[in-house]
T-cell receptor, first 109, second 115 residues
């Protein structure tokens, strides 16, 4: 059974700092998603990673995928308050898609 | 620019009551899904419909039924609501069932409380 674990679950960081969120999955996955969710809102798609070594960047966020290690990372560069949200990763295996528990990120001035 | 629309947004039910959550998408997507989200947990798939006329169980289907009414609409029914079904429910759709890099689009969520 595909299981997805994220860490940390809670992250408080200062503006301007860098940090990485980790997403491990237990079995082979043919794609990896990252989503953002603001409080009381729906999920917004950030990245879809399809192959080993895939790297995608959008603004201060960069996502990467290592299929051999079954690991995806979401790197935050020079954090700003607007990045405060909950970030979810999701892995897909043979049409079974599972989400991580989410990382609640708070960026403080 | 509607995307995925869910109704109702908020609902309070008494234990044993039934209700249907409605979902419609205007993107001509083939696949539709119902998820639930509980505090501190990621989304868990309840049911999905890969294409019009088909439905399949997801990770947590017990206590729910679904109907893929047509290509646009996918409803979720609670026949006899239980407090354990208190949750936020999200409907989603995608062009093809998780193949390729297709993005999955989520609705705004339906907050359901069972007392």
């Amino acid at each position: 059974e595909l299981k997805v674990e994220q860490n940390p679950l809670f992250l408080s960081m200062q503006e301007g700092k860098n940090y990485t969120i980790y997403c491990n999955y237990s079995t082979t996955s043919d794609r990896l998603y990252w989503y953002r969710q603001d409080p009381g809102k729906s999920l917004e798609s950030l990245f879809v990673l399809l192959s080993n070594g895939a790297v995608k960047q959008e603004g201060r966020l960069m996502a990467s995928l290592d299929t051999k290690a079954r690991l995806s990372t979401l790197h935050i560069t020079a954090a700003v308050h607007d990045l405060s949200a909950t970030y979810f990763c999701a892995a897909n295996n043979n049409n079974d898609m599972r989400f991580g528990a989410g990382t609640r990120l708070t960026v403080k001035p | 620019n509607a995307g995925v629309t869910q109704t109702p947004k908020f609902q309070v039910l008494k234990t044993g009551q039934s209700m249907t959550l409605q979902c419609a998408q205007d993107m001509n997507h083939n696949s539709m899904y119902w998820y639930r989200q509980d505090p501190g947990m990621g989304l868990r798939l309840i049911y999905y419909s890969a294409s019009e006329g088909t439905t399949d169980k997801g990770e947590v289907p017990n206590g729910y039924n679904v109907s893929r009414l047509n290509k646009r609409e996918f409803s979720l029914r609670l026949e006899s609501a239980a407090p354990s079904q208190t949750s936020v429910y999200f409907c989603a759709s995608s062009e093809v069932k998780w193949t390729g890099g297709n993005t999955i689009y989520f609705g705004e969520g339906s907050w359901l409380t069972v007392v």
